[in-house]
């Protein structure tokens, strides 16, 4: 084989994984938005600025703070599994954090923050807390979530499958933080 087959060769590999991979990723989220099941989650956010990733939403969800049996023996950092489920108030609840994946469809990875022996609290750090915008309006958005008042209640709107998640939109007040503007 001549040196400009190699190199043919070599160009044509390298295009077919150019190809595939965000083929995949975009095949990986789309199965989520159609298997997955949507999840409100409560959120408190705020709104930074990355120069290298634009304006978004810092997400903290109350949920992400959950109560077990003996927490010290979650390390942080360490990645762990936890199913959720629909709670009574029509928001998420995430229960029975694991090592290793449950046997259900809606279940999540996360990572888990801190853990507090004092009131069997973990706190974990949930796959799904940045929220991107058109960068004309994410100041907009930040004014409105900093001075909603408790009766706009703010939440997440997430696609849940098999461990992965989607964001699919931040709701203020009953719509999405978009329409406000």
Do not use: C
Not at 107 to 134: G, H, I
Not at 142 to 147: C, F, M, P, T, Y
């Amino acid at each position: 084989m001549n040196k400009n087959n190699l190199r043919l060769w070599a160009f044509a590999l390298l295009a077919v994984v150019l190809l595939v991979v965000p083929l995949w990723m975009v095949f990986n989220r789309d199965t989520v938005l159609t298997n997955g099941k949507e999840f409100k989650f409560r959120t408190a956010p705020v709104d930074p600025y990355d120069p290298f990733r634009g304006k978004y939403v810092t997400l903290n969800f109350d949920q992400s703070r959950i109560k077990v049996d003996n927490p010290s023996r979650f390390a942080r950092g360490q990645r762990v599994f936890v199913e959720v489920r629909d709670g009574q108030d029509g928001f998420a609840e995430l229960f029975a954090p694991s090592t290793e994946a449950p046997d259900v469809d809606h279940y999540l990875e996360a990572e888990v923050d801190y853990s507090w022996d004092t009131d069997s609290t973990l706190s974990l750090l949930l796959p799904f807390n940045r929220y991107y915008m058109e960068e004309s309006k994410a100041d907009d958005a930040e004014s409105l979530v900093r001075n909603s008042s408790t009766d706009m209640t703010t939440y997440a709107l997430v696609s849940i499958f098999r461990g992965q998640s989607a964001l699919k939109k931040l709701v203020v007040g009953g719509k999405p933080i978009e329409d406000h503007f």
